[in-house]
């Protein structure tokens, strides 16, 4: 049995998480998730960028609803914070 470390897929997770908590207080929630999720898809070999971006987002707004809405938590809201 021979095994291997895809050591790319690793680093784009990494990477993707390094960005997500740098960008998290600037962006807010939703945008700097919806980066993660789609980098994670992008990392996993995901050929449809635009529909993981869509789902991305969409999946990132239904967690902050839940964390609000749900469960009285605030999630951080950065820059959109005051527009929506």
Same mark, same amino acid.
């Given at each position: 049995w021979r095994t291997y470390s895809d050591w790319r897929t690793? @680093?784009?997770? $990494?990477l993707g998480v390094v960005v !997500?908590?740098?960008?998290?207080?600037? *962006? @807010?929630w939703i $945008?700097?998730?919806?980066?993660? !999720?789609w980098i994670i898809c992008?990392? *996993? @070999?995901?050929?449809?960028?635009g529909f993981d971006a869509g789902v991305s987002l969409l999946f990132a707004s239904a967690i902050q609803l839940a964390f609000?809405?749900?469960?009285?938590?605030?999630?951080p809201s950065g820059f959109l914070g005051g527009l929506l």
């Open positions: 690793v @680093g784009l997770v $990494l !997500f908590t740098t960008v998290l207080n600037i *962006l @807010g $945008l700097s998730a919806a980066f993660l !999720f992008y990392a *996993l @070999g995901s050929k449809r960028p609000n809405a749900g469960l009285g938590l605030n999630l």
